[in-house]
């Protein structure tokens, strides 16, 4: 069936770093979602791609879905404290499928 | 506006025992999702509500889940004989256009974390 997988599963920074986490899909997808877990929190959405090669920004966060609509990324320039959280993929096309997460710790 | 709301949002239970979780969707959201979601994992699917009725329940795991909407709205997900097993957060989402559509941004309730003893 349909997975998404997500890479790497951890991933500490220098504040200040940048961070990028890789999305992965087994099959073709219509669109690709990306939400944010801040610690004890819930998923907050935060963008929605779906188009191939399309690339979106919001601030400091630059997101890509890849040419053949089977992976996608998100990119932190310059991270801070305030970015600390666990970033999912996820699709909610035919399944409503989640990866497992990237943790994104920053020391200050 | 008020966002999705789940109670409760603890709950311990006895192996054996029956227990209903609630969630309170963004009032006018005709999709609704459950969740669960263990420690270090993304959200599992378990069940998708457009309007009334279950237009996707292929993630229930077992027969001991079932999960109601009766008018639409608000929905239970109620459990069954729970077993240890079970004890994850579940959590629940909503969503203004039904699943598929280019606009079905998922707004996640806060979770109820239930533990099995």
């Known amino acids: 069936g349909q997975q998404v997988m997500q890479i790497p599963q951890y991933q500490h920074v220098q504040e200040g770093e940048d961070f990028t986490t890789y999305c992965n899909s087994s099959t073709t997808l219509s669109n690709i979602q990306w939400y944010k877990q801040r610690p004890g929190g819930h998923p907050v959405f935060l963008i929605q791609?779906?188009?191939?090669?399309e690339v979106k920004k919001q601030k400091r966060l630059t997101f890509q879905f890849g040419e053949a609509k089977k992976n996608s990324s998100l990119h932190i320039t310059a991270t801070q404290t305030t970015d600390v959280g666990t970033y999912f993929c996820?699709?909610?096309?035919?399944?409503?499928?989640f990866g497992d997460g990237t943790t994104l710790t920053v020391k200050p | 506006g008020a966002g999705v709301s789940q109670t409760p949002s603890n709950k311990v239970t006895e192996k054996g025992k029956y227990v209903e979780l609630r969630c309170d969707p963004i009032s006018g959201h005709t999709a609704l999702y459950w969740y669960r979601q263990s420690l270090g994992q993304g959200p599992e699917f378990l069940i998708y509500?457009?309007?009334?009725?279950?237009?996707?329940d292929s993630g229930l795991p077992n027969d001991r889940f079932f999960a109601v909407r009766p008018e639409g709205s608000v929905s239970t997900l109620k459990i069954q004989r729970t077993e240890r097993g079970d004890s994850a957060v579940y959590l629940c989402?909503?969503?203004?256009?039904?699943?598929?559509?280019?606009?079905?941004?998922?707004?996640f309730g806060p979770g109820t974390r239930l533990t099995v003893l």
């Open positions: 509500f457009q309007g009334t009725g279950a237009a996707d």
């Open positions: 791609l779906v188009k191939s090669g």
């Open positions: 996820g699709t909610n096309a035919g399944k409503s499928t």
């Open positions: 989402a909503s969503s203004l256009n039904p699943r598929g559509s280019l606009a079905d941004t998922q707004y």
